[in-house]
């Protein structure tokens, strides 16, 4: 048994008195001649003994009516806990990500959640709730009820050690506080992903909800896989986890319209090829029927003209092996020799090659750094004869690397960065034996924290990349290397120049970060903006001289196409998507541990909260006793002789 407020006990020390007052309370018999009192002595005897006895029991019943009120007031009470009088804090982490779609015993699980918080929450009680997409802090469930029920699903999921952070910082510093932690999720195994908790201060409870059916099946993704003057072949990817699936159905929509109808069978993984007409086709959407989760069963994407690439090439030596590799229909390039460049249009270009120039002018330093400025980007190739301050100077003023003197050895190319944006996607696998190219004389560089692209077999660079800075090493003509010749050059320059221009795809992805140029100008105070029928959105933006770059990633929020305007003017048409790594329901094997429990049930957890913090308060009975003494003590008084 413990009180509420022990120190009123110390009232107890008061019972003294009364004792003291009867132990010394004497009283003085007055004496009445009498002729005989033989006849009395026996009576007289008896009425002493029967007083005594009844002023013990009133004494008795006094004391305990007195300490019976004195416990009442301290308040006794029987605890699983015995922090009774401990501040209680408690934080929900509620996983709104696209998974909690999938179907429980009665429903979505997101919602079976939201009703047992409802039904099992007091109305009063002050609780923390931290969602994918939103948080309330210090709240009680009744002022938040109407905002969980219409709680929409988000698109970007908190990794788990961004949720435990977060957590922690809606606890309070005080360390006698009772603090509990419910985190209610799928666990979602993505990636290898693993749980880490380390706050022991922190009670946490696992409450791990999974579907009763794991099949599922989603439109992964889509690409073009042929385009011609007239046509263009689409190809769809259909991924499937559980069971295999006949004559599944897949729809494509151009808008609204439904204007072509296929059927696959499919045990893992479908494709799916549709043609369109490659004149007057703008956005369309993929559709299948599944009835587990619903946010992937469609696709949308988008089919915007094609731009080409603006690619400048100031040359002081031969450029055939550039016109090769950007003379295509994705590109605009031009050559020009240093003595007849027509500065003016260097800021109309995407790219600006440097090919083999003995010298950089302080002019053409100027201008190219103003070109960077405005987010253009910049290749350089030297020449063995370069002058070294010119260039040092270049590159100063680009941020980028410096040069060192002229090496004269041989040296092969043998290193590859996979890893690096430019060849992502060109290689099916890490390729370490290839007919290595090599070069003659090279500069050793100074990197200046950029990025190693390619390299030589001692380590130093032959390519880096730093912001919107390429770099070459070595001189590319075919007196110095034979690097024209290899496989590498042409997607390494191809990708080079891609880069140069985000020009939009198909499609892009909600909650990554997405950069797409659109070949537009604006006025000052003017925005482009991105609009459909439910949303409009201005998106982050930067203006340049020939274009604005648009860079989005939590927004827009819904999956939809959506116009690029200017002004109302339509400029392009861009297509978000969910992520697709929600489509794959498997899960993480979450296990109990010291200060960590695992549930399978919202409103188990809550009881045993409850539980664990529920008290039976005993003043009651304390005054009921004291009651009950009085009523013993009038008894006694009134019918005890």
Do not use: C
């Not at 416990?71 to 401990?86: R, V």
């Not at 994407?301 to 994705?330: A, G, T, Y």
């Not at 070109?371 to 980028?400: A, C, H, R, T, W």
């Amino acid at each position: 048994m413990q009180f509420k407020h022990p120190e009123i006990l110390y009232f107890l020390f008061l019972l003294l008195i009364p004792i003291i007052i009867h132990l010394f309370h004497l009283r003085r018999f007055k004496k009445v001649p009498f002729t005989n009192v033989s006849f009395l002595k026996e009576i007289t005897l008896q009425t002493r003994k029967s007083s005594q006895i009844k002023k013990w029991l009133t004494l008795l019943t006094r004391l305990l009516l007195l300490a019976a009120i004195i416990f009442a007031f301290s308040q006794p009470y029987i605890s699983n806990n015995s922090s009774f009088d401990s501040k209680k804090e408690t934080v929900f982490f509620l996983d709104n990500s696209y998974s909690m779609q999938a179907k429980g015993q009665s429903g979505p699980l997101l919602q079976l959640a939201v009703q047992d918080l409802i039904k099992y929450l007091d109305n009063d009680e002050t609780i923390s709730i931290i969602t994918n997409s939103t948080s309330y802090k210090y709240v009680s469930i009744s002022g938040v009820k109407n905002d969980l029920i219409q709680l929409g699903y988000a698109s970007n999921q908190l990794d788990y050690k961004s949720v435990f952070l977060k957590a922690s910082n809606f606890f309070s510093r005080d360390p006698n506080s009772l603090k509990n932690f419910i985190f209610i999720s799928d666990f979602q195994d993505k990636n290898g992903t693993t749980l880490d908790i380390d706050n022991s201060d922190v009670r946490t409870h696992l409450v791990q909800l999974q579907p009763v059916n794991k099949n599922n099946v989603s439109v992964d993704s889509l690409f073009i896989s042929g385009n011609s003057t007239s046509k263009l072949d689409l190809t769809v990817i259909i991924k499937n986890q559980g069971n295999s699936i006949e004559d599944l159905s897949v729809s494509l929509y151009e808008k609204d319209k439904l204007i072509a109808k296929s059927s696959v069978d499919i045990e893992h993984t479908a494709q799916v090829n549709f043609t369109v007409n490659n004149d007057d086709f703008s956005e369309g959407k993929i559709i299948i029927n599944d009835t587990q989760l619903q946010f992937d069963n469609v696709l949308y994407f988008s089919i915007n003209k094609p731009e080409r690439i603006n690619v400048l090439s100031i040359n002081e030596s031969d450029d055939r092996f550039l016109k090769k590799v950007f003379n295509i229909s994705e590109f605009n390039y031009k050559g020009s020799d240093l003595n007849n460049l027509d500065y003016s249009d260097l800021l109309n270009q995407s790219l600006i090659v440097l090919n083999e120039l003995n010298t950089v002018s302080n002019s053409l330093i100027d201008i190219l750094k103003s070109f960077v400025q405005q987010d253009g980007f910049v290749l350089i190739i030297p020449s063995n004869e370069i002058d070294l301050k010119s260039y040092n100077q270049l590159f100063n003023q680009l941020n980028s690397i410096q040069f060192k003197p002229i090496l004269e050895a041989e040296k092969k190319i043998i290193k590859i960065n996979f890893s690096h944006p430019l060849f992502i996607n060109v290689f099916n696998n890490e390729v370490s034996n290839f007919q290595y190219p090599k070069v003659n004389k090279s500069f050793p560089i100074i990197p200046n924290n950029a990025s190693r692209i390619l390299s030589y077999e001692d380590g130093n660079p032959f390519l880096v990349n730093k912001e919107n800075i390429y770099v070459f090493s070595a001189s590319l003509n075919l007196n110095n290397s034979n690097f024209q010749n290899s496989p590498l050059i042409v997607p390494t320059l191809y990708n080079i120049g891609k880069r140069s221009m985000q020009l939009s795809s198909p499609y892009f992805t909600i909650g990554l970060e997405n950069k797409i140029d659109v070949n537009t100008s604006l006025n000052q105070d003017q925005v482009l903006v991105l609009e459909n029928e439910s949303a409009k959105i201005i998106p982050q933006q930067k203006s340049f001289s020939n274009k604005v770059s648009i860079i989005t990633s939590e927004t827009p929020e819904l999956a939809g196409t959506y116009g690029i305007k200017n002004n109302e003017q339509l400029v392009g048409k861009l297509s978000y998507n969910y992520n697709r790594n929600e489509s794959t329901l498997s899960y993480l094997k979450v296990q109990e541990s010291e200060n960590i429990t695992v549930s399978n049930s919202v409103s188990k957890v809550l009881k045993e909260i409850k539980s664990n913090t529920k008290v039976d308060e005993l003043w009651k009975w304390f005054v009921i006793f004291a009651l009950l003494m009085l009523i013993v003590e009038m008894l006694i008084l009134k019918f005890y002789k």
